[in-house]
């Protein structure tokens, strides 16, 4: 176990964790402007650029994107980059632009004008879970829906920042935010995790709650706490029993309090063991570990 884990979380400053590698580079790109942070030589760096080629133009932002990414690496050979994956749900010139920003740091690695070892793309609701789970935060409300504050009250409790943009901008702290998931997950978790054997068996261990209202589940998985984790098993052809098994494998966590979207055909015979309502046509299932 390393040190990191055997101290108390809320002991534990961003630094902590920016010193388990030697160098990276975090990004969290958006249309218009670009938060990063760089970590090299024991050094913290960061600042937030903003293109300034015409959003219609779109070779001349890329091309501006390249030449931003090629001064920011320079010659230095970085041990990771870390940037936030394009999330859906916004129009679509806004994901056309993201998406074409998005992998040229891929293709500056590969043609060697910049020198990474690994790239890490991480999802936007994973890394803010994980950076919410190494601060120890706590929300002062029940459902806290404003995440960028919770991100800036995250990393308060980890050193970095006063709660405010007034000095520093919203984009450093979610790239910086970013960073300190990441790393949690990789170099505290796993370390965490390797003494202990995963519940994959959605039938033991695990108290489940029926809902036939999202929110009402969702009401329900704030009041039981821990780290909401959202899943839509919709289109799912196996049943419930073996997706959760692959779900807890994938993610490599079984501590989150879960929140499933499933049509009740596909619990299977969990429904009857549970005694759940099969006259739900969909079911919102909240499921968590009885004891962790």
Same mark, same amino acid.
């Given at each position: ?11 534990? &400053? ?8 030697? &160098? ?30 015409? =959003? ?81 935060? =706590? ?88 780290? $909401? ?52 046509? $969909? ?10």
């Amino acid at each position: 176990m390393s040190d990191l884990v055997a101290r108390s979380v809320s002991a534990v &400053s961003y630094l902590d964790l920016l010193k388990l590698v030697p &160098s990276f580079v975090s990004l969290d790109i958006s249309v218009n402007s670009t938060g990063w942070v760089r970590w090299r030589d024991g050094n913290l760096e960061y600042g937030v650029y903003r293109v300034q080629a015409s =959003k219609d133009d779109e070779v001349a932002r890329r091309r501006e994107f390249r030449e931003f990414l090629r001064s920011l690496f320079q010659d230095y050979h970085y041990d990771y980059l870390f940037i936030e994956d394009v999330i859906g749900g916004v129009n679509f010139k806004t994901n056309k632009i993201l998406y074409q920003l998005n992998p040229i740091a891929d293709d500056l690695a590969d043609a060697g004008e910049i020198h990474v070892k690994e790239i890490i793309r991480e999802d936007n609701k994973v890394w803010k879970s994980l950076l919410k789970k190494c601060a120890n935060y =706590k929300s002062p409300i029940l459902s806290q829906k404003d995440d960028k504050q919770v991100v800036r009250d995250s990393l308060f409790l980890l050193g970095f920042g006063d709660k405010t943009t007034t000095t520093i901008p919203e984009d450093v702290y979610d790239a910086l935010g970013m960073a300190v998931g990441v790393l949690f997950k990789r170099f505290v978790l796993k370390n965490e995790k390797a003494g202990r054997r995963l519940r994959t068996d959605i039938t033991r261990g695990y108290a489940i709650h029926q809902f036939d209202e999202y929110y009402a589940a969702l009401d329900c998985a704030n009041e039981v706490g821990g780290f $909401i984790h959202n899943v839509d098993f919709t289109n799912i052809r196996r049943d419930l029993k073996a997706n959760f098994k692959k779900l807890i494998e994938e993610l490599g966590d079984d501590t989150k309090t879960f929140v499933i979207t499933i049509p009740t055909s596909k619990i299977g015979v969990l429904a009857l063991d549970k005694d759940l309502d099969l006259d739900y046509e $969909i079911s919102y299932l909240v499921v968590y570990r009885k004891k962790r």
